[in-house]
Antibody, heavy 122, light 108 residues
Framework: EVHLVESGGDLVHPGGSLRLSCAASGFNFENYAMHWVRQAPGKGLEWVAGISGGSVTSYYADAVKGRFTISRDKSENTLFLQLDSLRDEDTAFYYC???????????????WGQGTLVTVSS | SYILTQPPSVSEAPGKTATITCGGDNIGRKNVHWYQQRPGQAPVLVISDENDRPSGIPERFSGSKSGNTATLTITRVEAGDEADYYCQVWHSNTAHWVFGGGTKLTVL
């Protein structure tokens, strides 16, 4: 069974930084694309970033490009999201999500973690 | 940017059929995925690639698409189907994943 457990969410001041982690188990981690999707309280889903299996390709939403960095560690089966230059509008639950295939394009996202809350406020 | 448009809300009585639409430019040419999010829970994939149901998703859930509209159909609606539903596509021109705004299904 696929298990995705996020951690690292916290209260941070505008301009600050955080690093989110996602511990993955129950599948061959390196063979699947992984994503971060966020949801502001009471709002809809917003894709943030994705990385292919083998870390060949990564893409970012315009709202976070240049501020956030997605990465993965195959030795630890862990997905990361480095959040820099945080803004109030980055406040959201951040979900770690597994793709259905090794490429991060086209194919659905078939397993979601429970999310970790990032709050940006002064 | 590519925009997916969903109705904010849909209501249906138990046992009836609920349809949730997702509008987008030439969406009929894209792989469309649908997610269910019950209150307080993480999203769950219910339909992928237009009409493929993951293991554990009831046959009552189905998808279709044509032209500029994709549709999620839920037959014999149950109280447990009450949730927010989101459509999603990959937009290759911008290399972005796009979600619709979500539709709240209320079971009357």
């Amino acid at each position: 069974e696929v298990h995705l457990v996020e951690s690292g969410g916290d209260l941070v001041h505008p301009g600050g930084s955080l690093r989110l982690s996602c511990a993955a188990s129950g599948f061959n981690f390196e063979n699947y694309a992984m994503h971060w999707v966020r949801q502001a309280p009471g709002k809809g889903l917003e894709w943030v970033a994705g990385i292919s299996g083998g870390s060949v390709t990564s893409y970012y939403a315009d709202a976070v490009k240049g501020r956030f960095t997605i990465s993965r560690d195959k030795s630890e089966n862990t997905l990361f999201l480095q959040l820099d230059s945080l803004r109030d509008e980055d406040t959201a639950f951040y979900y770690c999500v597994k793709g259905r295939e090794i490429v991060l394009v086209v194919y659905a996202m078939d397993s979601w973690g429970q999310g970790t809350l990032v709050t940006v406020s002064s | 940017s590519y925009i997916l448009t969903q109705p904010p809300s849909v209501s249906e009585a138990p046992g009836k059929t609920a349809t949730i639409t997702c509008g987008g430019d030439n969406i009929g040419r894209k792989n469309v995925h649908w997610y269910q999010q019950r209150p307080g829970q993480a999203p769950v994939l219910v339909i992928s690639d237009e009409n493929d149901r993951p293991s554990g998703i009831p046959e009552r859930f189905s998808g279709s698409k044509s032209g500029n509209t994709a549709t999620l159909t839920i037959t014999r609606v149950e109280a447990g189907d009450e949730a927010d539903y989101y459509c999603q596509v990959w937009h290759s021109n911008t290399a972005h994943w796009v979600f619709g705004g979500g539709t709240k299904l209320t079971v009357l």
